[in-house]
């Protein structure tokens, strides 16, 4: 009876400290995703600023490859802070990494436009979306694997699934802030000269508020268990690639997942603009509500990961994009209904979080202690910035060249090729790495 009631007690203390820290993290996340995510939501207004004027698809071409060429960065980030993360602690590398974000947050707030600098307008864009790639390169992999490790081994998809609500929630901040801005407090005009640039104010001051937080965070105890490694083996690539099974798993489970959930979310408004022909109020609109479901959705998915595996939702996931995704965006093109477009664009939500909810805590749960941020992070930073990245721009190039559906069989045949990797992966909730920290 004592021991019971001893072990009872302990794990409610852990619980409790587990859910503060879940917090801490979950906030700091949120912040640098709202920064990145103010980029895309805020395109439709700036990017005639940073470019000749013209054919708005082509300025919004060139804002796509610029916010591509961002994705690039996502590797880089990924390796340094996952190397930070896994030989200096997780806590010192999410802290470095909003710090980046904030910089580029304020560049873009700053810089002049291209009828008053020239060239330089665009050059200055790039460079600030180039450190918050790197930035988010690495927020991504330490993140998940800080959430992963802090909770309990029962939780573990339930917890995780809050790095998701939080990177939806910094989009639903982003666009929140459009819809205010757009409703209530500017005009069109006033927007398109310089009321974008009051988001990216916004985000360089919420990074002081995250740096905060995360400077008040413990470390996990999984990463304290492997000071006692030698440093030199620590978050290396070399120690990496002795797990080329758990890498090449990361990349086939990432790379259908990624380019579905940024079709569906970041591309989405513009898509609902430039092929629909909604307002851009009405898209605003029909992002933020189907994103807020879609981030509650999270938590309930990642829970029932909990009770029946990781393995079922990504099958789930996989074949129904596979089978939906050409009907759901070729009846979303068509239709002229703005509640039509919502439902259809719930749907694909609803489907996509069958990754969403547990990609992270899945590729955690496939390293060990001493390279698992950078084993998170790397990987799916790379296969992100190829698949994800490039999403925006291969879909306005095509519609450009007038063959826009091709891009809906893209994205089905990446999901496909994902399904593949996971009918044939294991179950990671019954194999996990975190298992071994203790």
Not at 112 to 129: D, K, M
Not at 160 to 170: D, E, K, M, N
Not at 248 to 277: C, D, E, I, P, S
Not at 334 to 341: E, F, G, S, V
């Given at each position: 009876?004592?021991?019971?009631?001893?072990?009872?007690?302990?794990?409610?203390?852990?619980?409790?400290?587990?859910?503060?820290?879940?917090?801490?993290?979950?906030?700091?996340?949120?912040?640098?995703?709202?920064?990145?995510?103010?980029?895309?939501?805020?395109?439709?207004?700036?990017?005639?600023?940073?470019?000749?004027?013209?054919?708005?698809?082509?300025?919004?071409?060139?804002?796509?490859?610029?916010?591509?060429?961002?994705?690039?960065?996502?590797?880089?980030?990924?390796?340094?802070?996952?190397?930070?993360?896994?030989?200096?602690?997780?806590?010192?590398?999410?802290?470095?990494?909003?710090?980046?974000?904030?910089?580029?947050?304020?560049?873009?707030?700053?810089?002049?436009?291209?009828?008053?600098?020239?060239?330089?307008?665009p050059v200055l864009?790039?460079?600030?979306?180039?450190?918050?790639?790197?930035?988010?390169?690495?927020?991504?992999?330490?993140?998940?694997?800080?959430?992963?490790?802090?909770?309990?081994k029962n939780r573990?998809?339930?917890?995780?699934?809050?790095?998701?609500?939080?990177?939806?929630?910094?989009?639903?901040?982003?666009?929140?802030?459009?819809?205010?801005?757009?409703?209530?407090?500017?005009?069109?005009?006033?927007?398109?000269?310089?009321?974008?640039?009051?988001?990216?104010?916004?985000?360089a001051l919420l990074?002081?508020?995250?740096?905060?937080?995360?400077?008040?965070?413990?470390?996990?105890?999984?990463?304290?268990?492997?000071?006692?490694?030698?440093?030199?083996?620590?978050?290396?690539?070399?120690?990496?690639?002795?797990?080329?099974?758990?890498?090449?798993?990361?990349?086939?489970?990432?790379?259908?997942?990624?380019?579905?959930?940024?079709?569906?979310?970041?591309?989405?408004?513009?898509?609902?603009?430039?092929?629909?022909?909604?307002?851009?109020?009405?898209?605003?609109?029909?992002?933020?509500?189907?994103?807020?479901?879609?981030?509650?959705?999270?938590?309930?998915?990642?829970?029932?990961?909990?009770?029946?595996?990781?393995?079922?939702?990504?099958?789930?996931?996989?074949?129904?994009?596979?089978?939906?995704?050409?009907?759901?965006?070729?009846?979303?093109?068509?239709?002229?209904?703005?509640?039509?477009?919502?439902?259809?664009?719930?749907?694909?939500?609803?489907?996509?979080?069958?990754?969403?909810?547990?990609?992270?805590?899945?590729?955690?749960?496939?390293?060990?202690?001493?390279?698992?941020?950078?084993?998170?992070?790397?990987?799916?930073?790379?296969?992100?910035?190829?698949?994800?990245?490039?999403?925006?721009?291969?879909?306005?190039?095509?519609?450009?060249?007038?063959?826009?559906?091709?891009?809906?069989?893209?994205?089905?045949?990446?999901?496909?090729?994902?399904?593949?990797?996971?009918?044939?992966?294991?179950?990671?909730?019954?194999?996990?790495?975190?298992?071994?920290?203790?």
């Amino acid at each position: 009876m004592d021991k019971a009631t001893t072990t009872t007690a302990a794990t409610e203390k852990i619980s409790g400290s587990t859910l503060k820290a879940i917090i801490g993290g979950s906030v700091g996340n949120l912040v640098e995703w709202y920064d990145w995510y103010a980029y895309s939501a805020f395109a439709l207004y700036f990017s005639a600023a940073f470019f000749p004027a013209g054919n708005p698809t082509a300025q919004l071409l060139n804002t796509a490859g610029i916010f591509a060429l961002g994705f690039l960065m996502r590797p880089i980030g990924g390796w340094i802070f996952g190397r930070i993360a896994d030989k200096v602690g997780r806590k010192q590398s999410m802290t470095l990494s909003v710090l980046l974000m904030s910089l580029g947050s304020l560049l873009i707030a700053f810089t002049p436009t291209y009828q008053s600098i020239g060239i330089l307008a665009p050059v200055l864009l790039l460079l600030a979306r180039l450190l918050q790639g790197l930035s988010v390169g690495g927020e991504y992999g330490v993140s998940a694997t800080y959430l992963s490790e802090m909770a309990s081994k029962n939780r573990r998809g339930f917890y995780s699934s809050f790095q998701y609500v939080t990177l939806i929630g910094g989009q639903l901040i982003a666009l929140g802030i459009q819809l205010i801005l757009q409703k209530l407090l500017l005009s069109e005009e006033q927007l398109q000269a310089w009321g974008w640039r009051i988001p990216f104010v916004i985000g360089a001051l919420l990074s002081v508020v995250a740096l905060y937080l995360r400077k008040n965070l413990r470390e996990t105890h999984a990463f304290e268990t492997t000071k006692k490694e030698a440093e030199k083996r620590k978050g290396t690539i070399k120690a990496l690639l002795q797990h080329p099974r758990a890498v090449l798993t990361v990349v086939g489970l990432t790379l259908g997942g990624t380019l579905a959930f940024y079709t569906y979310t970041t591309y989405m408004q513009k898509f609902l603009v430039n092929t629909v022909h909604l307002t851009k109020g009405q898209s605003t609109l029909i992002s933020f509500v189907s994103l807020l479901i879609f981030a509650l959705l999270q938590p309930a998915f990642g829970a029932l990961s909990d009770r029946i595996g990781r393995r079922p939702l990504l099958i789930g996931f996989g074949v129904l994009g596979t089978l939906f995704t050409i009907p759901l965006l070729t009846l979303l093109s068509h239709t002229d209904n703005a509640w039509t477009a919502f439902f259809l664009l719930l749907c694909a939500l609803v489907i996509v979080s069958g990754y969403t909810s547990i990609n992270a805590v899945v590729k955690a749960e496939l390293f060990p202690a001493g390279v698992r941020a950078l084993g998170v992070g790397l990987p799916y930073a790379l296969t992100v910035a190829i698949f994800g990245g490039t999403a925006e721009y291969i879909a306005l190039w095509l519609k450009d060249w007038g063959h826009e559906s091709l891009f809906y069989w893209y994205i089905t045949g990446c999901i496909f090729c994902s399904l593949l990797v996971y009918v044939f992966m294991k179950d990671t909730r019954s194999t996990s790495k975190l298992n071994e920290d203790n």
